[in-house]
């Protein structure tokens, strides 16, 4: 992708932020409240009625949610690019993995605002910066990966079969209840934990967690894995946004 195309995904997301945050009243700050008040309503189900008993659950609840918000609602934009930038399409001949790319940065330029607050918040709550902390950008970047690989998957495939997108929907929604934002699925039996890690969020969810909690991690080869397979899938997905590229105005004409 040539550097045109680079300042044009910049531009526009910086563009469609500013959009985003003018339909409000209190503009950018509803980056930070809702994720705030999306834990409340959580921590008051499993903390509160459900009396969970994992230590510091408010920590513990905030850096599951938040890197579980920037996973699916990147993902579902993502999915749904294409599709909405019909009248774009129609008009304009551009590389059509622009328009997941557009959504990557705009998504993850709010989940680092709201990323940047909770490490504010781990530091007051006494949870200091460790020597584990020089692992976190390979963990970002592997989430990262993961998040483009299947929302390119989606974006390519979607325009065809709009009803996919309920189908993406709810699937999203069943591993979110099996990425352990609720509990520490190092509880479970190492037999359950095999399986249970298997879904690269969970994984991912618990390394932030190590990392940001108790100042470790170990895993390297398995993020290598994940970040490799994501890497390979951001490749595969894109050949096939390519290879549909002068369909996909016709396509979304329909």
């Known amino acids: 992708m040539t550097l045109h195309y680079i300042h044009l995904i910049l531009y526009k997301s910086w563009a469609d932020l500013r959009s985003e945050a003018r339909r409000y009243y209190i503009s950018y700050l509803w980056w930070i409240i809702e994720p705030i008040l999306e834990m409340m309503v959580y921590y008051v189900v499993f903390g509160v009625l459900l009396?969970?008993?994992v230590p510091h659950f408010i920590p513990?609840?905030?850096i599951g949610l938040t890197s579980w918000k920037w996973f699916i609602a990147t993902v579902r934009h993502e999915g749904n690019s294409i599709?909405?930038?019909?009248?774009?399409?129609?008009?304009?001949?551009?590389?059509?993995?622009?328009f997941p790319l557009i959504v990557v940065c705009t998504?993850?330029?709010?989940?680092?605002?709201?990323f940047l607050i909770i490490l504010i918040f781990l530091w007051i709550s006494h949870f200091p910066v460790s020597a584990a902390y020089?692992?976190?950008?390979?963990?970002l970047i592997t989430q990262l990966a993961l998040i483009i690989a299947l929302g390119f998957f989606f974006a390519a495939i979607i325009p065809f079969v709009p009803d996919m997108d309920i189908l993406v929907d709810n699937t999203l929604r069943f591993v979110f209840f099996l990425s352990g934002v609720f509990f520490d699925p190092r509880t479970l039996s190492p037999e359950k934990q095999f399986w249970f890690f298997l879904n690269p969020m969970a994984f991912l969810i618990n390394?932030?967690?190590?990392?940001?909690m108790?100042?470790?991690?170990?895993d390297y080869q398995r993020l290598l894995i994940i970040l490799?397979?994501?890497?390979?899938?951001?490749?595969?997905?894109?050949?096939?946004?390519?290879?549909f590229d002068k369909i996909y105005p016709r396509v979304v004409a329909q």
Do not use: C, M, W
């Not at 020089?134 to 963990?139: K, Q, V, Y």
């Open 207 to 212: 390394g932030y967690r190590s990392i940001l």
């Open 107 to 114: 998504d993850t330029f709010k989940f680092l605002i709201v």
């Open 214 to 218: 108790e100042g470790q991690f170990h």
């Open 83 to 98: 599709l909405n930038s019909r009248s774009l399409i129609q008009q304009v001949n551009l590389p059509k993995a622009v």
């Open 134 to 139: 020089f692992t976190l950008p390979l963990l």
């Open 228 to 243: 490799a397979a994501s890497l390979a899938g951001i490749l595969i997905a894109n050949r096939i946004i390519r290879h």
């Open 51 to 53: 009396k969970n008993k």
């Open 60 to 62: 513990f609840l905030l």
